[in-house]
């Protein structure tokens, strides 16, 4: 929903974070990035178009509490653990490692249960930020972000559909003006 990676660097480098403007769009940011939890989860429910409504409600219900109580309960603690031992290692090639694998496999089991990887993704990032090693976490990967950002922004850019664009460009730009006027009034 936001660029929160831009702008939280945009507000570290500018000195802007510890404003009253920087701690309230932090905050924006933070619900935001929140919010893509329900979004994820209604985007699996109105995907689905051969079942019913109650039928889709309650399978999606299951599978998201099911997805929760595998990654979060003992997800917390597995990770702590794993975490652990990995920097007791002292090496940060390893400790990389097993971000990456707690990561990828929270995205699978969230994907195994029909949700999306972000979705699963997403909890892991929660789940280690939870932990001890959250700023071990964050220098060892100081060196990929940049990287890891800018793969962010060719995929979503790779899944820009030109056919569907040229042919609706005139109605994207209205919506587009449109939405940033409802913002501006909003804001005002």
């Known amino acids: 929903l936001s660029s929160t990676a831009i702008v939280l660097k945009y507000l570290n480098e500018n000195?802007?974070?510890?404003?009253?403007?920087?701690?309230?769009?932090?905050?924006?940011?933070?619900?935001?990035?929140?919010?893509?939890?329900?979004?994820?989860?209604m985007i699996k429910l109105l995907s689905d178009k051969g079942?019913?409504?109650?039928?889709?409600?309650?399978?999606t219900f299951i599978s998201?509490?099911?997805v929760l109580v595998l990654?979060?309960?003992?997800?917390?603690?597995?990770?702590?653990?794993?975490l652990r031992s990995s920097a007791n290692m002292k090496t940060d090639e390893i400790f990389?490692?097993?971000v990456f694998l707690i990561v990828l496999g929270a995205a699978y089991l969230?994907?195994?249960?029909?949700?999306?990887?972000?979705?699963?993704a997403f909890l892991a990032g929660m789940i280690i930020s939870n932990t001890p090693y959250k700023y071990q976490v964050e220098n060892v990967l100081i060196y990929f972000?940049?990287?890891?950002?800018?793969v962010f922004f060719i995929t979503i850019g790779m899944?820009?559909?030109?056919?569907?664009?040229?042919?609706?460009?005139?109605?994207?730009?209205?919506?587009?003006?449109?939405?940033?006027?409802?913002?501006?009034?909003?804001?005002?």
């Open 51 to 59: 079942s019913s409504v109650s039928y889709l409600l309650l399978t």
């Open 96 to 98: 990389v490692g097993t």
């Open 145 to 150: 972000k940049d990287l890891l950002l800018g």
């Open 110 to 120: 969230s994907h195994y249960f029909g949700f999306s990887l972000s979705l699963g």
């Open 71 to 82: 990654l979060l309960l003992p997800g917390k603690f597995l990770a702590k653990i794993i």
């Open 15 to 41: 000195n802007l974070s510890k404003t009253l403007y920087g701690k309230a769009t932090v905050g924006i940011l933070i619900f935001q990035d929140l919010a893509v939890i329900p979004i994820l989860l």
């Open 159 to 188: 899944q820009v559909d030109i056919v569907f664009l040229a042919k609706y460009f005139v109605l994207i730009i209205i919506f587009v003006i449109l939405m940033m006027l409802a913002k501006a009034f909003v804001i005002y």
């Open 64 to 66: 998201a509490l099911i």
